[in-house]
């Protein structure tokens, strides 16, 4: 079955820190992958996806995800956190295999980011 | 403007009654979902359509009924709710099938 897990509940980090939020999936075939971000008491929002290409996928607010293909991981990175983005983020996996319109979703990781 | 749509934004009912959730895209997207949300942030499918047509069904009491009037909206109908019904509620909607998502704000539902 297409799976993806965030092996981390909450992330802690210093604003001007480098930050990185773990994802590893498990698909059958070429994996379709997602982050999302949800702020307080609102809907999901697209960070960036993975569909081909370049391993490096460059997304909203300054995000980036590394695609690991040995690994299995799609990792969200980025460079230096701001508080702004303490928020709960969601990483995803669309299901090629049985119905490519569905999409499973992590658990999600809280970001704490402290000034 | 809003792109996806839902009201109410909250909704305290009590356990039995019926009650229903609209949502509303306008970003002439073809495909629409609803998620639900539990108290531990897990999301979870339960339905999909394309272009008015039921395209995933999860396992879901058939208490829950969406319904499409048209591409731009789906709403969720939940009869003789339950305590175990409280939880947020998504709408989302996608280009097409397997695009990128995009969701509205939620519909926080409280079964008492």
């Known amino acids: 079955a297409q799976s993806v897990a965030q092996p981390e509940d909450q992330v802690n980090v210093a604003e001007g820190n480098p930050l990185t939020v773990k994802c590893t999936y498990s698909v059958s075939g070429n994996p379709y992958l997602f982050w999302y971000v949800q702020y307080p008491n609102r809907g999901l929002q697209f960070l960036l996806k993975?569909?081909?290409?370049?391993?490096l996928v460059k997304g909203s607010y300054g995000f980036e995800a590394e695609f690991n293909k040995s690994q299995t991981s799609f990792h969200l990175k980025k460079p230096s956190a701001l508080v702004s983005d303490s928020a709960l983020y969601f990483c995803?996996?669309?299901?090629?295999?049985?119905?490519?319109?569905?999409?499973?979703f992590g658990s999600g990781t809280k970001l704490n980011v402290k000034p | 403007d809003t792109a996806v749509s839902q009201t109410p934004k909250y909704l305290v009912t009590q356990m039995g009654n019926d009650k229903s959730i609209k949502c509303e895209q306008n970003?002439?997207?073809?495909?629409m979902y609803w998620y639900k949300q539990d108290s531990k942030k897990f999301l979870k499918i339960m339905f999909s359509?394309?272009?008015?047509?039921?395209?995933i069904n999860e396992t879901v009491p058939n208490r829950f009924s969406p319904k499409s009037p048209d591409k731009a909206h789906l709403n969720l109908h939940i009869n003789s709710l339950e305590l175990g019904d409280s939880a947020v509620y998504f709408c989302?909607?996608?280009?097409?099938?397997?695009?990128?998502?995009?969701f509205g704000p939620g519909t926080r539902l409280l079964v008492l």
């Open positions: 993975y569909i081909t290409g370049d391993n």
């Open positions: 970003l002439g997207h073809d495909t």
């Open positions: 995803a996996v669309r299901d090629l295999l049985y119905n490519f319109n569905k999409f499973y």
């Open positions: 989302a909607s996608s280009r097409g099938l397997g695009e990128t998502q995009y």
């Open positions: 359509y394309n272009n008015k047509e039921l395209i």
